[in-house]
Every structure is written in C-alpha cells, then in structure tokens.
C-alpha cells in the first residue's frame, strides 16, 4: 500500500512540482496539497496522512508553531521544508522528525534530485516514533575527567547520527565535561547547515565545537563536526590527531559518512577510541563501528526505544558492531564511565 502524504506550502508551484514529480513514483502517493496552516490542520484530520511534508515560511502561522501547536492533538510524522538552518533545527526540537534543504522550484534537475531525496526521508518517515514535546537537553554537572596517563590520554570520541540526530547529538554531547578528550561528529546535513548547527553546539556544550576544517587539529575540550559535502577523516602523525576535510563521492549513499569517519578512526585511532551510532535511516556506520570494534574500540548502539528511526544503530547491532546498547540519556554516562 503507497505512503499517504500531505504537502503544505503556500507556493502553488512548488505544490504542482511536487504533485507531479511523486506521480511517477508507486510506493507514495500525494493525498492532497494545503497552503496553509489552517488549511493543513482540516486535511490532516479528514484525510489522516501517513506523512505530511511542511514548509516552514508561510502567510498566518508559520510551520514550526504549527506543529507545536498540531502534535499534542495527533502524532503525524512532519518533515519540515526550508532554506533556512536555524528554522530547520527549531523545526526538530519542536516534533518534526526531520528537514529537508529546499531547492531552486524553476531549476527541474535540482527539484527531480531533491524529489528523489524526500522519497527515501518520507519512506523512513511513515515509521518514525514522534516526539508529542520537543526533547529538551539535561544539563547534568560532571565532574572534571582525571585522565590516567598512557591509554585512555590518547583517547578519542567518534559520533554518528542522521535523521533524529540533531537532538540525540545534543542529548549526548552536553553532559560531557569541559576536559574531554575531542569529539568527531558525522550528522547526516547538507552543506550549508553545519555551520550553524557546530555554532548551536558551541553554546550549549561544555565542551567547544566547530565546523570541521582540512588539518584542523584536536585537542581536549574540542568537538569537530564534519561539514556538509565533505568527507571527515581522523588522521594522526607525531604531533597528535588531527582531521582532513575533503569533498568526495557518497559513501553509504552520503558525504559527509559516517562509515568514512569510523572507519579512519579504527586506523588512527585503535584501541584509544570510543564510538557510539545513533538514531537514523539507512545503514551508514555500522560497517564503519564494526571495523572500530575489532581494531578494540568500545563501541555504543542506541536503543530502539529511544530512537527516532531505529536503522543505523538496528543494522550495527545486528552485524556485531555494538558491544553495549543504551537509551539515548545513558550514553554520555556510558563514554564517561570508559574515560576514568
């Protein structure tokens, strides 16, 4: 049976693109088309859609308000539509389980590419757990890390995460010490988008974060998340771990990857590391933990519970990759426990 999908956005182009571009695809099927937040709320509840596609800029209530406002009455799985980074991770934290970078309307190549994308993302979506309240990050106090000296001081911390990732990240990230050893993030964002997420990171961590730049250096207390369209890798010479940053084609059907991260950090980083996979569609990381764990790397798998799509961390559990499986707010403890 094809996925039932609202699209809501007051451009009547952008509607009649759409409309048209998922005619030739048989899994999904676009029920109807809103302009409107008040339109949307009727559709919704006549139709029941299995996904609904939002734009966030719109005449009367804007996107994000809208969905705040909708989920406490029906949990619909809503994909949010915008250019702008900063409405995209206000559209997660307020419910929706994941944004989608718009593209040119007039420009046919650029919308057939981005309809193929949002085909797969709404494929994912239609079984997404979604959140009735925006998951809010627990600042919890942490002690300061007392690194023993040898091992554990060359220790190094891998994150992956795609759709759901941009809150898990947080969930995560925030409760670890100022003095931790770095971190390196592969999110699943388009170019452009990074940037102001290591920004939002950089505000709300202990820890400092920035977009990965080619020979950035780590050092303890820094976060480095890899940029959109570039591969993040781990590399280390006489001097220490540093990254390279360079564009490339898809891995796992992504650039950044997450499989290209883990799998360099097996190399540079061995024994010394500490990876952990979390919430998102598709399979990408967890042949890249795998090789972690039998470099000896400690390795951590999200639950089902607590993921937003269970399929990254579901197809690493399976192949062997995870050596612990944890709710989303027992990980940071989890990394913590492992650096003492």
Known sequence: MAIRVLTVDDSILFRTVIKNEFAKIDDIDIIDTAPNAAEAEEKIMRLNPDVVTMDVEMPGMNGIDFIKSFLPKKRVPFIVITSSPTRAFDAISAGAVEFMKKPL????????????????????SANAKVRQAPVRPISVPQPALNLPSGGRSNAVIALGAST???????????RLPENSPPVVIVQHMPAGFTQMYAERLDKICKMSCKEAA????????????????????????ARG????????????????????LFESVSESAGPHAIGAILTGMGADGA?????????????????????VVYGMPAVAFKNGAVMKQLPLDKIAEEIISKLK
């Open 164 to 174: 759901g990732g941009t809150d898990a990240l947080i969930e995560v990230v925030k």
């Open 105 to 124: 309307v007039h420009n046919s190549s650029e919308m057939s590419a981005f309809c193929e994308r949002l085909a797969s993302v709404i494929r994912f």
């Open 287 to 307: 042949e890249g933990l795998l090789k972690m764990r039998k470099r000896g790397a400690y390795t951590i798998g999200q639950d089902e519970a607590t993921c």
């Open 241 to 260: 771990y540093y990254v390279t940053s360079k564009p490339g084609a898809k891995v796992s059907g992504h650039c950044p990857s997450v499989d290209v």
């Open 214 to 237: 080619d020979g950035d250096r780590l050092r303890p207390g820094l976060i480095i998340l890899g940029a959109g369209g570039y591969h993040l890798r781990l590399q280390k010479d």
